[in-house]
């Protein structure tokens, strides 16, 4: 995946989409552990879904661009 | 325990007072130090990244860092859509007249206009998106109408600093000891049920007084209304909460409808009771009473859904054959006719009873199975506030504009930016006027704040640490007055002056003149903003608005009566608790305007509530022609008294209610509907009753 993207002549670094695509599967995963009430066996549900959220993206980020 | 705590419990115990204050003041500390923290946090990050102006971060962490945070996710999600549109629209614009600064101006005035209006049309979260969308279009595009080739990088600039500022300070107030509001949610859904249930088995004797009635309903309009508010934005926080939004919603809306069934009944029995029909009320009583005994439990028991949703089954199962018995016992004809009406109110109560209790036992569950119907809650919103708002902060952006354009102020962009700010803050707040000047001496007192650390404490600074040092002790004045509800807004402005005026940068540039000239562009600013709300005054909480929010709570009547009856039920009973919510909060408790309000409402509630019925019934059965047209006329006739009371009116709608009443003779499922609206019109505790013919009896029903 290149590093930049031009997007009507503007160019965006290659990292939005994928932090886009991250927010949007983080969604996903929210819904299903607040669904099935997961959140409980947490201490800091806040602090959890924050690192989650950063391992997610950094991995997808170390995948997609490294 | 420990001595030390053994000795602080005593001391609480002696001086609750003493105790009090410091919990109070721990509570405005801990907000003092997660603000600072993301002020900090926001200044340095946009130090590290280069961007131009950290000071631009730093506001908007000021802005929307609230003591009240404990809903930092819905405030950020519409935040985030906020900042987006208004740096969207403020590049379009420049990009349209970069040469133009008379339609810019207006443009500009316009857009700040409408971003005000919204928000004083959205009354909980949303409001700070409006807010936001009108300072970023001002933000991005005023600094750079001097230098239109450089906008796009300047706007660039711009959006980055708002959107850092939006993440330090939603991460900040997310993870550094949040308030969780979903315990509060929770707590208030469980005491309202209970009170609910508890209100129910209470009145197993038969008959409320209809002060005590009004109380109830204010307690459950006030109760339905802020357990929606609060679900709106918990979702945003706490994924349980999110998945079981839909259940919530469903669940007041059950508990509305039943407390609207409940209290027709209850209107019912009272109006026998005062004709003396008392055969009738005994039978509809000892019909009512299994309801009671299905809710006493063992006392531990008593609000577990539990226990009470198969009970209240099963007593729902035995109704038919106890209502066709004491039916028997009664004369054939008006009798008949008054236990019919009170058995059919009965059951609906008792299935949405038994609806909201099972809903309650889903909801308490740990995992949500399947799917529910889904329900809205209404709002009523009244344009009319948010046009007066428009226009309100249109006049001050083109005020300001004109005195820019006319006199070539060099410093016109603050004043304009600042009046922005001011506008869109002060419109979502609930009393502007003593909000604007509290903020207004607040913000001066911020600048003067300001211009102390820059030019004295900071010169001699050197990194950040020395930053933090030479900054820190008259910054935390503003968090901490922010905290202290009786200070006013002094402090929102104290906050925002303060940052404004350091304009923190990396590295630092020192230019008194520019600041001085800054300063006063700013107050200039402000000032308009505050002064605006005398000239247009705020149309919300105002006798007018009430007097036109009381007419649309009268006419929720003729919706009933005429609007598209697929969904009906629940835009009702939301909408018309939200109207009466927004009319009551501002009526003195006990005053003669309220009491009429709440009279007014529980009319409202059980002649729409009747006629829905009423409606439906006619849509689902076979009737013929003439029954219909009757029907029709009577539900007609009752709209239109509604829209217009008075005598000759209601006169009229009773006379075509019985007509009604005979027309249906056979077809005895609409005629307890029929009954209910007669009994409704005629009703001599009810503010009908002014314009009942005098002398005339009160049995002739």
């Known amino acids: 995946m290149p590093r930049e993207i031009a997007i009507q002549g503007v160019l965006v670094p290659g990292l939005l989409p994928i932090f886009l695509g991250c927010l949007l599967l983080m969604v996903l995963v929210d819904l299903l552990i607040g669904r099935y009430g997961l959140y409980r066996y947490v201490w800091h549900p806040p602090l959890f879904r924050l690192a989650l959220f950063a391992c997610l993206f950094g991995l997808a980020g170390l995948l997609f661009l490294h | ?701």
């Open chain 2, 1 to 701: 325990m420990s001595v030390a705590s053994m000795k602080t419990g005593r001391a609480a115990r002696r001086w609750p007072v003493l105790a009090e204050a410091s919990a109070g003041e721990g509570r405005a500390w801990l907000f003092v130090f997660k603000t600072l923290l993301a002020l900090y946090l926001a200044a340095w990050l946009a130090m590290w990244l280069r961007l131009e102006q950290p000071a631009t971060a730093m506001i908007t962490v000021g802005i929307v860092m609230h003591p009240h945070s404990g809903m930092v996710q819905a405030k950020s999600f519409y935040r985030a859509i906020g900042t987006l549109c208004g740096s969207a629209f403020g590049l379009a614009l420049l990009c349209v007249f970069p040469q133009q600064r008379v339609l810019f101006l207006l443009c500009m005035s316009l857009w700040v206009g409408l971003c005000a209006g919204g928000a004083t049309l959205y009354r909980n979260f949303m409001a700070y998106g409006f807010v936001l969308a009108g300072y970023t279009a001002a933000i991005v595009a005023l600094p750079a109408i001097g230098n239109p080739l450089g906008v796009f990088d300047s706007a660039l600039m711009r959006v980055s600093e708002v959107m850092l500022g939006l993440l330090v300070a939603g991460v900040v107030s997310e993870l550094v000891f949040p308030e969780r509001l979903r315990l509060v949610l929770r707590q208030e859904a469980r005491a309202h049920f209970a009170h609910f249930i508890d209100f129910v088995r209470g009145s197993t004797g038969g008959s409320i007084p209809r002060a005590e009635m009004e109380q109830a309903h204010l307690r459950f309009v006030r109760a339905a209304v802020q357990l929606e508010n609060q679900r709106a934005s918990v979702i945003f926080e706490d994924p349980e909460i999110r998945a079981r939004s839909t259940r919530m919603r469903l669940l007041n809306q059950h508990n509305m409808a039943a407390a609207t069934s409940f209290q027709s009944l209850h209107h019912l029995i009272n109006r026998l009771q005062r004709e003396r029909r008392d055969a009738e009320v005994a039978a509809l009583i000892a019909l009512y009473r299994p309801i009671g005994a299905a809710l006493t439990t063992a006392p531990d028991e008593l609000h577990d859904p539990a226990v009470l949703a198969p009970r209240l089954r099963e007593c729902a199962l035995g109704l038919p054959a106890r209502e066709a018995e004491l039916r028997a016992g009664l004369a054939p004809g008006r009798a008949q006719l008054a236990f019919d009406t009170g058995a059919t109110v009965l059951k609906r109560f008792l299935d949405e009873l038994c609806g909201y209790v099972e809903v309650e036992l889903a909801l308490r569950g740990r995992v949500q199975h399947g799917a529910v119907e889904r329900v809205h809650f209404r709002r009523a919103n009244d344009a009319t506030g948010a046009m007066v708002a428009v226009l309100r902060t249109f006049l001050t952006m083109a005020t300001l504009s004109a005195f820019w354009i006319a006199s070539g102020w060099a410093f016109g962009v603050s004043a304009m930016l600042l009046a922005t700010v001011f506008s869109g803050l002060l419109a979502a707040m609930p009393n502007p006027l003593a909000s604007a000047f509290n903020m207004l001496a607040g913000y001066a007192l911020g600048m003067l704040a300001g211009l102390f650390t820059a030019y004295v404490l900071l010169p001699g600074s050197d990194g950040f640490p020395m930053l933090v040092a030479a900054t820190l002790p008259l910054l935390l004045i503003g968090p901490w007055l922010n905290a202290h509800p009786e200070f006013g807004n002094i402090g929102g402005g104290y906050a925002i002056g303060i940052v404004y005026i350091l304009a923190l940068k990396n590295p630092m540039v020192y230019d008194p003149a520019h600041a001085f000239n800054d300063a006063i562009a700013q107050l200039a600013g402000v000032a308009l903003a505050a002064v605006s709300f005398v000239f247009v005054p705020r149309v919300t909480g105002s006798g007018w608005l009430r007097r036109r929010q009381f007419r649309r709570l009268r006419e929720q009547v003729v919706e009933a009566a005429s609007a598209p009856l697929d969904g009906l039920p629940w835009r009702f009973e939301s909408e018309s608790r939200d109207l009466f919510h927004q009319a009551i909060v501002h009526t003195r408790p006990g005053s003669r305007e309220s009491r009429a309000l709440l009279a007014w409402a529980l009319a409202v509630h059980e002649s729409g509530r009747a006629l829905i019925e009423l409606r439906q019934q006619l849509r689902a059965g076979r009737y013929p022609v003439e029954v219909r047209e009757a029907v029709d006329r009577a539900v007609q006739a009752v709209a239109r008294m509604y829209r217009r009371p008075d005598a000759t009116q209601r006169q009229q709608a009773e006379g075509l209610a019985r007509a009604a009443i005979e027309a249906c003779a056979a077809a005895p499922a609409l005629r307890p509907h029929l009954y209910q609206l007669l009994g409704a019109l005629r009703d001599d505790e009810s503010p009908l009753a002014g314009w009942m013919p005098a002398g005339e009896p009160a049995r002739a029903t």
